[in-house]
């Protein structure tokens, strides 16, 4: 029986109270905005992914030699496998599968956001392609098997991951070996407990907005998000949207008590909260919080995760989108009845996407109070230019019932396995 808030109160209050305290009070009068952007990392000539190291065309050695004329610094990482500082504007990671991540500092408003993913990434994109490496913006690598594509980054914790996911099924390897996603990351505001379920309910018109992945091993899937499958179906108890409550901290304990605990292995599916819970540390439980895959995670900030990988060129349309909607009060207020409710949709929004005639309807209007917040907003949060590239989405996209999985056509599938990326035995 996973342990509830009413089976022993002291320890999970205190739970409680530690991510209230963290994510639910007040944080009146900033607007700092952040995002995390991934690309999958692809050898131009084979389609292959490019591995982390091992050359001087690994992934690793081809930014330690951009860098050092960049003006970036490295250091310590995952094991062997370094992250780099770009100063004053992010940091470099990977993901297990080798995907590369950017992850801005936090900016002051939306438009200095965009101006910073621009700085970093049309240049690094422009120097790699150079080299034969192909960054590519999509939510799922549409050719490749996740069995050809080892893990990259040999760490306990996503060695553990691994063995939890693959007892379970073949999404949850997919997802970290071959998903990419743009997150957008912002503050909690005064009204923390508005502002998180606003975002909790914009998620399913996000996908559907978004969608970028219909494509998997050189086939049509029937979805307009893949990677939103992948989410739906890799371990329903860490994913999804948090229900409606009066209490968010006290709900988001339930749900991380509730997941199952990958050190314990998936045969048993057992929730955290389950049996001896009252003696796991702090520490085990801190780690438990970082195996948790909402559609909004709560980490200070809030982090928006629906969105899959887009080009850079379309950044400024979720950023716009979500800083409208979140910092512009009658955006705020209006899209909050809009949207409500919407945990039903969140299948379904990955499957047709705008195609479902209701979700493409509500996903015209919200995108439509953001566009219109955003100029009440104004140029100190958000600039002309950055608003326009947003509305042309809008009217390139969202108004025609389409998504950027529109413009994709299928894939050719890579007939070998490349040495590089083939797993060992």
């Not at 910092?327 to 705020?332: I, L």
């Amino acid at each position: 029986m996973t342990l509830r808030l009413s089976d022993s109160p002291g320890r999970v209050l205190e739970l409680r109270d530690g991510i209230h305290a963290a994510s639910f009070t007040p944080d009146a009068g900033r607007t700092l905005v952040g995002a995390e952007v991934e690309f999958l990392v692809h050898d131009l000539a084979s389609g292959f992914p490019v591995p982390l190291l091992g050359g001087p065309h690994s992934l690793v050695e081809l930014l330690r030699h951009y860098g050092a004329r960049a003006g970036w610094n490295e250091r310590h990482g995952y094991g062997v496998v370094p992250r780099f500082e770009i100063p004053g504007r992010a940091i470099v990671t990977f993901e297990p599968g080798g995907q590369l991540e950017i992850s801005t500092l936090p900016c002051v408003n939306a438009s200095a956001l965009i101006a910073c993913l621009n700085d970093v990434v049309l240049p690094l994109r422009s120097a790699l392609n150079e080299q034969g490496i192909r960054l590519e913006s999509i939510g799922i690598d549409p050719r490749n098997d996740a069995v050809h594509i080892p893990l990259q980054l040999p760490v306990e914790r996503y060695e553990t991951m691994t063995r939890y996911f693959d007892a379970i099924g073949p999404f949850g390897v997919r997802m970290m070996r071959q998903t990419a996603a743009i997150q957008v990351s912002l503050d909690r505001g005064s009204r923390p407990a508005e502002r998180w379920r606003l975002l909790n309910d914009l998620a399913p018109y996000v996908i559907a907005i978004f969608a970028n992945s219909p494509h998997y091993l050189g086939r049509d899937t029937g979805h307009r998000s893949y990677r939103a499958h992948c989410w739906r179906m890799l371990d329903a108890t860490r994913t999804g949207v948090a229900c409606a409550d009066v209490d968010p901290a006290a709900e988001y304990t339930r749900f991380a008590l509730a997941a199952n605990d990958m050190t314990r292995g998936a045969a048993d599916r057992v929730a955290f909260g389950d049996g001896d819970a009252r003696r796991r540390s702090d520490q085990e439980w801190r780690v438990h919080l970082t195996t948790l895959f909402p559609e909004v995670r709560p980490r200070g900030h809030y982090e928006a995760r629906s969105c899959d990988a887009i080009v850079p060129e379309w950044y400024a349309a979720p950023i716009v989108f979500f800083y409208a909607l979140v910092h512009d009060e009658r955006a705020s207020a209006e899209a909050s009845v809009l949207a409500a409710d919407s945990r039903a949709l969140l299948r379904s929004a990955g499957e047709f996407g705008l195609r479902d005639a209701s979700i493409a309807r509500t996903a015209r209007d919200l995108f439509q109070l953001a566009i219109a917040g955003a100029r009440r907003l104004g140029p100190e949060h958000v600039g002309g230019a950055d608003i326009d590239v947003a509305a042309e989405f809008v009217d390139r996209y969202t108004a025609r019932g389409r998504s950027p999985a529109d413009d994709r056509t299928l894939p050719v599938r890579p007939t070998a396995i490349s040495s590089a990326t083939a797993p060992s035995t």
